[in-house]
């Protein structure tokens, strides 16, 4: 055995390593030194402002698109409605009802929600 301490912890201090085809290759822990590698020179990529990601939140998804609804009660009754096994035309009706009755309340009521749940297939 080569010195725990000294030789690469990927590849023991072989400097290769078996792939899964059977075969060896370079190890990319050392790239063939069989020495650990320091691992300081990794830049911190994780730095990026996630302000700069802000989704593009939008109601109105244009003529094309369905809608879906925006409330958080409307939007989990939408992963219901597509994780059910009703058929597609069935599930399209119920987020048009979703979004709809949404837009009139204001926000998806628990009535409409056990309304809507009774008619998915599960
Ligand atoms: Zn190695």
Do not use: W, Y
């Amino acid at each position: 055995m080569k010195d725990q301490l000294t030789a690469c912890g990927i590849c023991g201090g072989d400097g290769r390593i078996a792939n899964a085809f059977g075969s060896h290759s370079t190890c990319p822990g050392c790239h063939g030194s069989g020495r650990p590698q320091e691992t300081t020179g990794f830049r911190d990529v994780t730095k990026t402002k996630p302000s700069h990601f802000k989704p593009a939140v939008s109601k109105a998804a244009g003529p094309t698109g369905p809608r879906m609804p925006t409330s958080p009660s409307g939007q989990l009754l939408a992963n219901e409605i597509n994780a059910s096994r009703s058929p597609p035309e069935v599930k399209a009706r119920l987020l048009r009802e979703t979004v709809e009755h949404e837009d009139t309340h204001g926000q998806v009521t628990q009535t409409f929600v056990k309304k809507t749940r009774k008619l998915l297939k599960s």
